[in-house]
């Protein structure tokens, strides 16, 4: 006799809910589809900003949100900019900006870079290498594009400024003022040159380096400024605006009458309390004055006030007619560069404010720099290692632009002062790193030869670029600088306004040793990042 089918109907269920159980671990496909889309978003980005490359590369036009426009090929700066939705993505702005952080100059190249890679280590995937492998090999090959580098770099002396003019020369030919390269680069170093002590110093601050825009005139009319530049004028009506031998004060409390908590109110019935109300501000006030004159202090820097006004109408009045210069509003983040420069203590209390806490200087005066005024204050004795830049420019996005690729120059400087190596640009360390890492991955077996060869490969995509952004055809050129480096021109590159292959070192095209090693070495810890991830997880709130 048959048993009814309904008693057999539970046994095949659990065995169905076993199965699905066992084949979501034996899933496959998963690791590499998220890997496959983690490479395809990350070289998206790189292929956006590789127009931009070299001197001849395209700038790209930047419009916010609430209509602002900013125009630029700086490859940190756009990065930026972009609103990237994919993880991966978001790591190659990342890797911007720690190449921004280490050298400040390099920020379009390391992600092109890392797009190169993460293009040969999707190759290397699909003929079934694991990701470890491609891994642990890209950063030893790294490791070894560091030696190649140290080994053509040439030592540089940071008394020899004709090779600091070059290297800052170099990184802005390639910015959208590099019309205003020499004005820049000698701008630049002369900068760098003040703050630091060659002998000694490895590292620039570049907080040292007080840079100030200002809209008006060209940008060859930047200068660089022998004392200390205030963005204010003088704020006191009717006081000196020149003041000879200035002994000058600064000061982080406010000469305005204090004010009651926010939820407390003082309600005045008669005239006579008013009277006596406004009185005592007087006296209030004049006693601050008083004391502040009674130091000998004629110039006085007030820091800025959120709560009350730093300087009141009434104490304006009085500071005027005691002759005393009033500078007020100054930044909080301002008053560590203000007390460097000009050897000056701040003081918090007036009780504090003593004639040995102020500085001496030879002359204070209000100047106009294009349509606004500001306080220029020079032969401060005893004076810090800080220096002003003001910067000008015809109009807003110049000016922007301008600080960007000074910035940058300064960024170049600095990494001469780390690491005193300059070697040449143009493509040629990239074609002699592609040639070297392909003899080296001769002595290697196994996987590990397939991918340094890969490495090398992907290399070649700078020199390929630069000539595709120059208009040469970038097969030929990069075929005949892979020949003149097979012969041992190691310092051959491409001369992007001649359109051939020339000696780059002679063309004066030079970088910091530093820029290019970083470059390597974070694009191929970043590929080695994205190539180790295999699952997205999303957490939900």
Do not use: W
Not at 20 to 28: L, M, R, V
């Amino acid at each position: 006799m048959t048993q009814p089918a309904a008693a057999k109907a539970p046994a095949p269920a659990r065995a169905v809910g076993s199965s699905n159980q066992h084949s979501a671990f034996k899933d496959k496909t998963k690791p590499a589809e998220i890997r496959a889309s983690s490479i395809t978003a990350a070289k998206a980005v790189a292929d956006a900003v590789r127009t931009s490359l070299g001197p001849k590369g395209m700038d790209k036009m930047i419009q916010e949100p609430k209509g602002d426009v900013t125009i630029t090929n700086d490859g940190a700066t756009i990065l930026q900019q972009m609103k990237l939705a994919h993880p991966a993505a978001k790591m190659l702005v990342e890797l911007s900006k720690a190449q921004d952080a280490e050298a400040g100059d390099g920020t379009t190249s390391v992600v092109i870079l890392a797009g190169a890679l993460l293009d040969a280590s999707a190759k290397l995937l699909s003929r079934g290498i694991h990701p470890t492998a491609i891994s642990e090999s890209f950063l030893r090959a790294g490791e070894k594009c560091s030696e190649i580098l140290a080994d053509m770099a040439t030592p540089v002396d940071l008394s020899d400024r004709e090779s600091l003019l070059k290297s800052a020369s170099t990184s802005l030919n390639s910015k959208v003022v590099h019309q205003h390269a020499g004005t820049l680069a000698a701008t630049s170093v002369d900068a760098v040159l003040k703050v630091i002590d060659p002998a000694k110093d490895t590292n620039v601050d570049l907080k040292d380096i007080k840079i100030m825009k200002k809209l008006g005139g060209v940008v060859e009319d930047t200068e660089l400024i022998d004392g200390v530049l205030f963005d204010q004028k003088s704020s006191s009506f009717g006081g000196p605006t020149r003041v000879d031998k200035p002994k000058i004060g600064l000061i982080q409390f406010c000469i305005s009458p204090p004010k009651t908590d926010m939820d407390n109110q003082v309600v005045v019935s008669d005239y006579a309390a008013m009277d006596r109300v406004l009185r005592e501000e007087r006296q209030y006030l004049l006693n601050i004055v008083k004391q502040i004159k009674k130091s000998g202090c004629n110039v006085l820097l007030v820091q800025k006030s959120i709560l009350r006004d730093a300087v009141s109408d009434l104490a304006h009045h009085f500071l005027a007619k005691m002759k005393i210069m009033v500078i007020k509003d100054i930044e909080r983040e301002d008053i560590e560069y203000v007390c460097k420069s000009l050897n000056v203590r701040p003081a918090a209390s007036l009780d504090h404010f003593t004639a040995d806490t102020l500085a001496t200087a030879e002359l204070a005066e209000e100047i106009q720099t294009g349509s606004s005024k500001m306080v220029k204050i020079t032969g401060v004795q005893n004076r810090g290692r800080t220096v002003n830049v003001l910067l000008r420019g015809s109009n807003k996005l110049v000016l922007e632009e301008a600080d960007r690729s000074l910035h940058d120059a300064l960024c170049v400087i600095r990494c001469l002062v780390k690491k005193r190596a300059l070697i040449a640009g143009g493509g040629a360390p990239e074609m002699e790193m592609t040639l070297r890492l392909s003899e080296h991955s001769h002595t290697l077996t196994g996987v590990e030869a397939y991918c340094f060869r890969a490495f090398a490969d992907a290399l070649e995509i700078i020199p390929y670029t630069l000539a595709e952004n120059a208009g040469l055809n970038p097969i030929v050129t990069v075929t005949e600088l892979r020949n003149r480096h097979a012969k041992g021109e190691k310092n051959a590159g491409i001369n992007v306004r001649r359109g051939q292959i020339t000696n780059i070192l002679e063309e004066s095209v030079v970088q910091p040793l530093l820029v290019s090693v970083s470059a390597i070495t974070l694009a191929a810890e970043t590929v080695c990042s994205i190539l180790k991830i295999d699952d997205v997880i999303n957490v939900v709130n």
